[in-house]
């Protein structure tokens, strides 16, 4: 047995694997540089806790699973039994296998079939193998550190008694130093997804729990442990993602005997998961990330990961146009090939009809479930709407929503036993449908069998719009709770349907943004952040979704002049900055504006397209800046010398100007041009001249020094507008 020291990027773990009990995390945080094997027991014994009164009379210590038998009196890491039996364990470590093909921070030797999965090429693996034979079960430990410093931990429990085991709970589960004291997650709902919430951490457990058997809108997204007042750019940072698309659980448990925790797994309902003699049930993947830098540094790990997939999206990621609020159910062909011919004509390089193309679907009371196309309103298909948006050099996409079923269907009429329920009855309606039981063999048949069909007997279907419209509820499969078999069909369906179809790419949309996980983006290719496409909103939505996922995985449109959610009304150009950063589209009725704003959407687009290298492949950067009214962000290119930074105004303030605003992340020895990019119009201002920096066309040339520590006096913009500033390097270093 030994002590495990693995090193990536900025981060260091190390793992007392000494025994006989399970091993220890004793650090997971800033990189401790390449340690002599002779200093780390010296670490190990330095972190281990004293005897004190009132407690056990050896020091306890937390494991990779906290038992109580190791005398942990928090939240249990296993909770399960065997008719009321073997309700406590304590397993004794029986292997642990270190696959590290960097060993002291140098190249990988190899890439196998595994680092192909989650931790990509170059990570460094721990396989921990505990069993408790009295308790008849046996345990796996899967640990990864990826390439970019991203960790991951997964439980793999397997029952080897000769009788059922319940598993209630299973959480993977990382420690945190004291230092971290407060906390920040996400919640959140329908067209308001990513709202912040911060306080102190406390004694107790801060528990999420997500029971919408979808991910939700109010999920956690990243659970933020962090220094006194730590910011984008400032401050040491530790966070942890449940990568689950059902029921989950993400916990922060702080305990008086000194020990704080960041963990999270699948919520269990009762009977949910019942092992057999020998089977085994696995946890989703916690992902855990750790930062010296602020919140910008844990999303330089994670999209720094998220981009080395194999399944990342490599191409220019098109300009799209939803047909959604332009035609709503009124389809209508000769109005949609109108236009197409006006999205052609502003730069939109992906058309996607919406909801309203299949048998009896005029409204969303019915029709669900029925996939073929309407005869009615497509008397020749789809082929023709098809053809023409190809004729003009844009890809085909499709709404589907194929986990749902309307009452008023076919299918329903047919197979009313196909519907995730309780025994005896149904749920209560959402948005007028329930959910199809995808773990019910014939339905999932029935379901892969129809997409399968669509997208064969059509030419051009590049693109799946994949909607998910209602929470799971009472979701019974065959009498017990069914949300994690589930969760697992919808995997197998996508895995399935994107095997049959090579290059198809798919969008998880949630009634907008109540599918945002790392699992389901192992089979998709971006996200609907949300419904809601009023730009004000928006700039929140996207900033907290930014967190997780690098901007080309985030849909992000310019919609109308006045927002269906909210009723504000918003200038083309704020919307359009709003909009920019992100996989950008329009979801717009643009057969009916004016030439004037054609021309300036398609300047937008343009920009959009010429920037769009490095706002989809470059570093994220958030401004802290001290009034609430102002925003700011940018993406800048790693090699600095390229950037893009908007500067919005959410509302008016106290301060009629706002301070200067830093433009983070430029390299502080290379000088700079910084203007506002050309083509496009400028905001309304409230001012009677302008910075004087800003008063000439050529802008104003300084050092990345100046600029990340001083910042630029912005002009006193009205409310709810916002200044682009496009940033490029014009020498290498003065």
Same mark, same amino acid.
Request: charged content about 25%; overall charge negative; some cysteine.
């Given at each position: 047995m030994t002590i495990v020291?693995?090193?990536?990027?900025?981060t260091s773990l190390v793992l007392d694997a000494r025994g006989p009990g399970l091993p220890r995390v004793v650090h997971w945080g800033a990189d401790l540089g390449p340690l002599p094997a002779d200093d780390l027991p010296a670490l190990v014994d330095a972190t281990v806790p004293?005897?004190?009164?009132?407690?056990?009379?050896?020091?306890?210590?937390?494991?990779?699973?906290? +038992?109580?038998?190791?005398?942990?009196?928090?939240? &249990?890491?296993? %909770?399960?039994?065997? *008719?009321?039996? $073997?309700?406590s364990t304590a397993f004794r470590l029986d292997t642990v296998d270190v696959d590290d093909p960097r060993g002291d921070g140098g190249e990988a030797v190899r890439v196998s079939e595994r680092e192909r999965d989650h931790g990509g090429a170059g990570a460094a693996r721990v396989t921990v193998r505990a069993a408790d034979p009295g308790a008849g079960l046996s345990l796996t430990v899967e640990i990864t550190l990826s390439a970019a410093g991203l960790l991951t931990v997964r439980h793999r429990l397997r029952n080897?008694?000769?009788?059922?085991? +319940?598993?209630?709970?299973?959480?993977?589960?990382? &420690?945190?130093? %004291?230092?971290?004291? *407060?906390?920040? $997650?996400?919640?959140?709902?329908?067209?308001r997804e990513r709202a912040p919430q911060r306080h102190q951490w406390p004694m107790g457990a801060w528990v999420r729990e997500g029971r919408h058997g979808r991910t939700g809108h109010d999920a956690t997204l990243l659970l933020v442990a962090g220094t006194p007042g730590f910011g984008f750019g400032h401050g040491e940072t530790w966070a942890v993602h449940t990568a689950w698309s059902g029921d989950h659980v993400t916990v922060a448990e702080r305990r008086p005997t000194g020990e704080a925790t960041l963990g999270g797994g699948e919520l269990l309902a009762p009977g949910e998961i019942l092992l057999g003699p020998g089977a085994e049930y696995a946890t989703p993947l916690l992902y855990a990330v750790h930062s010296a830098d602020g919140l910008d540094g844990l999303s330089d790990v994670l999209h720094t990961h998220l981009r080395a997939r194999p399944e990342h999206p490599r191409g220019p990621r098109p300009v799209t146009l939803n047909v959604w609020e332009a035609v709503y159910f009124d389809h209508d062909l000769d109005r949609l090939k109108g236009l197409a011919d006006r999205a052609a004509e502003?730069?939109?390089?992906?058309?996607?009809?919406?909801?309203?193309?299949?048998?009896?679907?005029?409204?969303?009371?019915?029709?669900?479930?029925?996939?073929?196309?309407?005869?009615?309103?497509w008397p020749d298909g789809l082929q023709p709407l098809i053809d023409h948006v190809r004729k003009h050099g844009m890809q085909f996409g499709l709404w589907v929503e194929p986990e749902m079923v309307n009452p008023d269907s076919d299918l329903f009429r047919a197979h009313p036993d196909w519907v995730l329920q309780a025994p005896g009855r149904l749920p209560p309606e959402w948005r007028h449908q329930q959910v199809l039981d995808l773990a019910h063999p014939d339905a999932y048949a029935h379901l892969l069998d129809r997409l399968d069909a669509v997208l064969r007997e059509h030419d051009g279907i590049a693109y799946l719009k994949w909607d998910h419209n209602r929470d799971l509820t009472e979701a019974g499969h065959a009498g017990r709770p069914g949300v994690h078999a589930q969760t697992a069909a919808v995997y197998r369906l996508l895995d399935e349907l994107r095997a049959r179809h090579p290059g198809l790419e798919i969008e998880s949309c949630s009634s907008g943004g109540a599918r945002v996980d790392l699992e389901i983006l192992r089979r998709t290719d971006r996200v609907w952040a949300s419904d809601c496409n009023d730009a004000l909103e928006r700039l929140s939505i996207q900033r907290w979704t930014g967190l997780l996922l690098p901007p080309e995985l985030i849909g992000t449109h310019i919609g109308p002049e006045r927002s269906h959610t909210t009723h504000r009304v918003h200038d083309l150009g704020f919307r359009a900055v709003t909009a920019l950063f992100g996989h950008h589209g329009i979801e717009w009725d643009?057969?009916?504006?004016?030439?004037?704003?054609?021309?300036?959407?398609?300047?937008?687009?343009?920009?959009?397209?010429?920037?769009?290298?490095?706002?989809?492949?470059?570093?994220?950067?958030?401004?802290?800046?001290?009034?609430?009214?102002?925003?700011?962000?940018?993406?800048?290119?790693?090699d600095r010398s390229h950037a893009v930074y908007a500067v919005s105004r959410l509302a008016t303030s106290a301060a009629q100007v706002p301070g200067p605003v830093r433009l983070p992340g430029l390299d502080p020895s290379r000088r700079y041009l910084v203007r506002p990019p050309a083509g496009v119009p400028e905001p309304?201002?409230?001012?009677?001249?302008?910075?004087?920096?800003?008063?000439?066309?050529?802008?104003?040339?300084?050092?990345?020094?100046?600029?990340?520590?001083v910042g630029l006096q912005v002009p006193a913009l009205h409310p709810e507008q916002a200044l682009l500033l496009e940033v490029t390097a014009v020498d290498r270093n003065f």
């Open positions: 020291h693995l090193r990536r990027a900025r004293p005897v004190v009164p009132s407690s056990f009379d050896a020091p306890t210590v937390l494991s990779l699973l906290p +038992e109580a038998s190791a005398g942990w009196s928090g939240r &249990p890491g296993l %909770a399960g039994h065997r *008719e009321g039996r $073997d309700w080897d008694g000769d009788r059922p085991y +319940e598993v209630r709970e299973l959480t993977p589960v990382l &420690p945190v130093p %004291a230092v971290a004291t *407060e906390l920040l $997650d996400l919640t959140g709902r329908w067209c502003v730069g939109v390089e992906r058309f996607v009809l919406d909801d309203g193309w299949f048998r009896g679907r005029r409204h969303d009371r019915a029709g669900l479930g029925d996939w073929w196309v309407d005869d009615d309103v643009i057969s009916g504006i004016s030439a004037t704003e054609r021309i300036e959407l398609a300047a937008w687009v343009a920009l959009h397209k010429r920037l769009r290298p490095l706002l989809h492949g470059g570093r994220v950067v958030r401004v802290d800046h001290p009034d609430p009214t102002v925003q700011a962000h940018g993406v800048v290119a790693h309304a201002l409230l001012e009677l001249a302008p910075p004087g920096w800003l008063a000439s066309d050529g802008g104003v040339t300084v050092s990345g020094s100046v600029l990340g520590s």
